[in-house]
C-alpha cells in the first residue's frame, strides 16, 4: 500500500535522513522517502504488517509530528504565512536586546563609553548581571533552538540546532558560573563573560531561518484553479427529457447536451451533431477544433458553435482534466529538493564538532589545567564553529540573487528554483504563446483575378461574422488595411468546412478545401501555392466568389521578436533546446526551422508532455519547461525548473518555479545567467565558512598554546564568528551587480 504524509519539525537533511532511516528499518516498510523542501512522506508498506498509526507513532518517536494526506486534506496558507512572521518577529526580538548587549560588553575594547554604573572596571558585577538581564528575553525568543537541538541529541541525530543549542548553552551557563565568580570577589571574570556569544548566534541564525522560510513562499494554488475550470453541473438526457444534474452524478454511458458557450462536464464521444471546440485549456491551441460524430471531447472545454450531444465515457477522477490535476499533483510532490549544501556539510561537522570540544577539554583537563580552562576551551571550540556562516550562505546569496531577478523581470519564486536553474542542461518550450505570439495573423494573400486589397476586403467582410480565431485574424487585417467593409446580406456556418455569406449579391466561400469541393470549386490552380504554405506552418484558406476560386489567404501564430535570439543564447551556454507542442508535426518543424530549435515533439496532451519531461530527466538530463498554458501545468511541475511566460495562464504561472514577468523568453536565458551567478556566490560563502571554521578550530582547541603560542579567548572567538557572518553577507551583496547577457 501507498500513502503520503506530511512530517513537521524537520530543519535540515539530518531530519528528513533520520526519518526515512527509522521508517526503513521498520518491518513491513518497502520504501519511504521524505521530500524536506516540501515536507511530504511518500511510503510503500505491507498494510497487513503496519497501520497508519504505526508509522505515525513511529516518526512521533523519532522526535518529529506526521499526520496523513488525504483527498480533503487542506493545507491551511495562513499556518505558513504565520510561521514566517512569528520568525520575523523572534528577529526583531532578539535584535532589540542584542544590540545593546553587545555594546556592553565589547563596546569599552574599542574605546565606546559605559556609564560608571556598569562599568567593569569599577562595577563588574552591574557588568555582569545587565548582561544576563539583556540575554534571557534572547534565549527565551530562540527557545525554539534549543528544544530541536537537545530533542535531536537524545535521540542520536544531532542536526545545526544541536550545535547552536550546545554552544549557547554552554556560553549562559559559563557566564552565570562567572556571575558567581565575580559575586565572591574574582573580578576578572567580567572579561570572560560569554553572554552576548549565546545572543549573536541565536540572533544571526534566526535571521537566517526567516530569510530560508521566505525563500520558499506560499504552496502555490494551481490545484485549486484546475479544479475552478470544471463546470458544477451537466444537461443529460433521460427518456428523451433534458434533466440538469451535478457533475457528480454524471455517470458512463451518460447522454449529455451541450450548448453554444458551454463548458463540457466530463470526457465523451459525439453522438449527435457537429460542432467547434476550444480545447485550449488541455492543448494550449488557440485555435479551436473542428467535431463531428464519433470525435473525443475533454471536459473544461468550450463549445463554441452549435449544439450537440455526447456519451459520457469517462468521469470523475478519469478525465483528461482530473489527470491533469493528478499529474502536477505527483509532480510537486515528487520533485526532489536542491541539497542544502549547508546541512550536507553539518551532516558531517556537527558531530565532529562535538566532538572535538569534548575531547580538547578533556585532554586539557587530564594535563592539569583546571575546570575553568577546559571550560574555555569547551566553549571556544563550540562558539568558533558555530554554523552562523554556514547558516546565512544560503539564504542571503539567494535573498539578494531573487531581488536582482526581480529588477530584471525575472520571478523566482522559492530558493529552491534560483539553486536548480544552474544545472539545466535542456530546455523544452512550448510553441503557442511561447516561442510565438499565440495570436493568428494574416501572412499571405494569393489572388486570382482580384488585387489583394480587394480579395481582403471581401473575406474581411465576411469573416466579421464569424468568432473563429482564424476569421478574427482575417478581419484585423483587413481593419489594419483601413478597408472599408462591405455589409453582409447573410452569413452560415458550416462546421468543419467554414463560412458561407453573401456579399452585394455574390456568393461568397471561405474555408478549407473539404468546403471548396462540397460546392465544386476547382482549386487546382492553387495546389502548389497551398503545399508551399503549409510546408511553412501556414494554415491556408481558400475563397471562391460566385462559384470561382478567387485566391487564398494564409494565416500562422508569428514568432515572438526574441525567439530566434534566445535559442541561440541557450546553444552557446551549451543548453539542448526542444520543442513541446499539440500542434501538427508540420506547422511545428517549419517553427522549429526558422528558430533553430534541436528536437521536436508534436501532436502532444498534457499527459505525453509531462511524460516527455520525464524521459529526458531519465536520460540524466536537468530539464526546465517553459511554457504559458494550463495544458502546460503537469510538465511545469514536472520538470527540474518550470518557467512561466508572465502573459500566460494563472495556472501555469502557479505551476513554475520561475515567472517572466515581461514574456520574454530571452529572459530564460537571465534567469540561467543568475543562477549560475547566485550558485557560484553561495560556494564562495559556504567556502569561506567552512574554512574559517576549519582553521578556527584547532586554534579554539589550544593547539598552538601547547606549543607556546595564544588561546583563543571565547570573546574573540565570538567576534571572529560574528565577523564570519559578516563577511558571508557583504559577498552576497556582490550580487546585486548582475546583469544579464545575451
Known amino acids: 500500500m501507498k500513502k503520503d504524509f506530511k512530517v513537521t519539525g524537520m530543519t535540515c537533511a539530518a531530519c528528513s535522513s533520520r526519518v526515512e532511516r527509522v521508517l526503513n528499518k521498520m518491518e513491513g516498510v518497502t520504501k519511504a522517502e521524505v521530500n524536506l523542501a516540501t515536507e511530504d512522506l511518500h511510503i510503500d508498506y505491507d498494510d497487513s504488517k503496519l497501520n497508519t498509526q504505526d508509522i505515525i507513532g513511529r516518526i512521533e518517536k523519532a522526535g518529529y509530528g506526521a499526520y496523513e494526506v488525504k483527498e480533503d486534506t487542506k493545507i491551511d496558507e495562513a499556518d505558513k504565512e504565520d510561521a514566517i512572521n512569528s520568525l520575523k518577529k523572534r528577529f526583531i526580538l532578539s535584535l532589540i536586546f542584542a544590540v545593546p548587549l553587545l555594546y556592553i560588553s565589547m563596546g569599552h575594547m574599542m574605546g565606546a563609553p559605559l556609564p560608571s554604573i556598569i562599568d567593569p572596571m569599577t562595577n563588574a558585577m552591574n557588568f555582569a548581571l545587565i548582561q544576563l538581564i539583556l540575554v534571557i528575553p534572547v534565549m527565551i525568543v530562540g527557545r525554539k533552538f534549543f528544544i530541536s537541538g537537545f ?14 543549542a550546545i554552544g549557547t548553552s554552554a556560553a549562559f551557563l559559563y557566564g552565570i558560573y562567572a556571575i558567581v565568580k565575580i559575586a565572591g570577589g574574582d573580578t576578572h571574570f567580567s572579561m570572560d563573560l560569554y553572554f552576548e556569544s549565546g545572543a549573536t548566534i541565536l540572533t544571526l541564525i534566526t535571521l537566517g531561518k526567516y530569510l530560508e522560510a521566505k525563500t520558499k513562499g506560499k504552496t502555490s494554488e494551481a490545484i485549486k484553479k484546475l479544479m475552478g475550470l470544471a463546470p458544477k453541473k451537466a444537461t443529460i438526457i433521460v427518456d428523451g427529457v433534458e434533466k440538469i444534474i451535478s457533475i457528480d452524478e454524471v455517470k458512463v454511458g451518460d447522454v449529455i447536451l451541450v450548448k453554444p458557450g458551454e463548458k463540457l462536464p466530463v470526457d465523451g464521444e459525439i453522438v449527435e451533431g457537429t460542432t467547434t471546440i476550444d480545447e485550449s485549456m488541455l492543448t494550449g491551441e488557440s485555435i479551436p477544433i473542428d467535431k463531428n460524430i464519433g470525435d473525443k471531447v475533454f471536459g473544461a472545454s468550450i463549445n463554441k458553435f452549435g449544439m450537440f450531444k455526447y456519451k459520457a465515457t469517462k468521469v470523475g477522477k478519469d478525465t483528461a482534466l482530473a489527470q491533469i490535476i493528478k499529474l502536477v499533483e505527483q509532480a510537486q510532490g515528487s520533485k526532489a529538493p536542491i541539497a542544502k549544501m549547508a546541512d550536507i556539510i553539518s551532516g558531517y561537522f556537527v558531530p565532529t564538532v562535538i566532538t572535538l570540544a569534548v575531547i580538547s577539554s578533556i585532554v586539557w583537563a587530564i594535563s592539569g589545567k583546571g575546570l575553568e580552562f577546559s571550560l574555555t576551551i569547551f566553549i571556544a571550540v563550540l562558539v568558533i564553529a558555530c554554523p552562523c556562516a554556514l547558516g546565512l550562505a544560503t539564504p ?82 483587413g481593419v489594419e488595411r483601413g478597408l472599408e467593409l462591405f455589409e453582409i ?14 456579399i452585394n449579391d455574390k456568393n461568397i466561400l471561405i474555408g478549407n478545401n473539404k468546403l471548396m469541393k462540397n460546392n465544386n470549386i476547382d482549386i487546382t490552380s492553387v495546389e502548389n501555392d497551398v503545399k508551399s504554405l503549409a510546408s511553412q506552418g501556414k494554415t491556408p484558406m481558400y475563397m471562391a466568389i460566385d462559384g470561382d476560386l478567387a485566391g487564398v489567404i494564409a494565416v500562422a501564430d508569428t514568432l515572438k521578436a526574441n525567439s530566434k535570439k534566445a535559442v541561440e543564447a541557450l546553444h552557446k551556454l551549451g543548453i539542448e533546446v526542444v520543442m513541446l507542442t499539440g500542434d501538427n508535426e508540420k506547422t511545428a518543424q517549419a517553427i522549429a526551422k526558422e528558430v533553430g530549435i534541436d528536437k521536436v515533439v508534436s501532436d502532444v496532451l498534457p499527459g505525453d508532455k509531462a511524460n516527455e519531461v520525464k524521459r529526458l530527466q531519465d536520460e540524466g538530463k536537468n530539464v526546465a519547461m517553459v511554457g504559458d498554458g494550463i495544458n502546460d501545468a503537469p510538465a511545469l511541475a514536472m520538470a527540474n525548473i518550470g518557467i512561466a511566460i508572465g502573459s500566460g495562464t494563472d495556472v501555469a504561472i502557479e505551476s513554475a518555479d520561475i515567472v517572466l514577468m515581461r514574456s520574454d523568453i530571452l529572459d530564460v536565458v537571465g534567469a540561467i545567467q543568475l543562477s549560475k551567478a547566485t550558485i557560484k556566490n553561495i560556494k564562495e560563502n559556504l567556502g569561506w565558512a567552512f574554512g574559517y571554521n576549519t582553521l578556527g578550530i584547532p586554534v579554539a582547541m589550544g593547539i598552538l598554546y601547547a606549543f607556546g603560542g595564544p588561546l583563543l579567548n571565547p570573546m574573540i572567538a565570538a567576534f571572529a564568528m560574528s565577523f564570519s557572518s559578516v563577511s558571508v553577507l557583504l559577498n552576497a551583496l556582490r550580487l546585486k551587480r548582475f546583469k544579464p547577457k545575451f
Open 151 to 164: 530533542k535531536n541529541l537524545v535521540h542520536l541525530s544531532p542536526n545545526m540546532d544541536s550545535l547552536i
Open 396 to 477: 542571503t546569496a539567494i535573498m539578494v540573487g531573487t531581488g536582482k531577478g526581480a529588477e530584471n523581470g525575472i520571478l523566482i519564486k522559492s530558493g529552491v528554483a534560483l539553486e536548480g536553474a544552474h544545472k539545466i542542461n535542456t530546455v523544452v518550450f512550448d510553441k503557442t504563446g511561447t516561442i510565438t505570439e499565440g495570436k493568428p495573423k494574416v501572412t499571405d494573400i494569393v489572388t486570382k483575378g482580384l488585387s489583394e486589397d480587394e480579395l481582403l476586403r471581401y473575406a474581411s467582410s465576411a469573416e466579421k461574422g464569424s468568432e473563429h480565431p482564424l476569421g478574427e485574424a482575417i478581419v484585423v487585417a
Open 489 to 502: 446580406t447573410s452569413f452560415k456556418s458550416v462546421p468543419g468546412e467554414g463560412i458561407v455569406t453573401l
